[in-house]
């Protein structure tokens, strides 16, 4: 679960880094930053669910854990089609 922190904190750098690049096409850096912010929202999502595999967040008839469960499943399922469809988007833009 830490890994999955730091790896988090240090992506945001690496995105400031991309975004200022002049070696790719402007279309390709905005697309590409927006699928790396989209993995970094992807990897809290996936945090939130491993604590509750863990166990760590109990089910106890609370209502904000079951929509906060659930929205968490629900981006994940989002973003992995996202993440699908990423390379035909690449190749439309080209």
Not at 14 to 22: D, N, Q, Y
Not at 70 to 92: N, Q
Request: charged share 10%; net charge positive.
């Amino acid at each position: 679960m830490s890994i999955l922190i730091i790896s988090v904190f240090l992506y945001f750098p690496f995105l400031v880094v991309v975004a200022a690049s002049s070696q790719f096409h402007t279309n390709l850096i905005r697309i590409f930053i927006f699928l790396a912010f989209f993995m970094a929202v992807h990897s809290a999502s996936r945090g939130v669910l491993l604590l509750y595999e863990f166990e760590i967040l109990l089910r106890k008839e609370s209502l904000i854990l079951d929509l906060l469960l659930f929205t968490a499943s629900i981006t994940r399922g989002f973003l992995a089609t996202l993440s699908a469809l990423s390379v035909p988007l690449i190749i439309v833009e080209r």
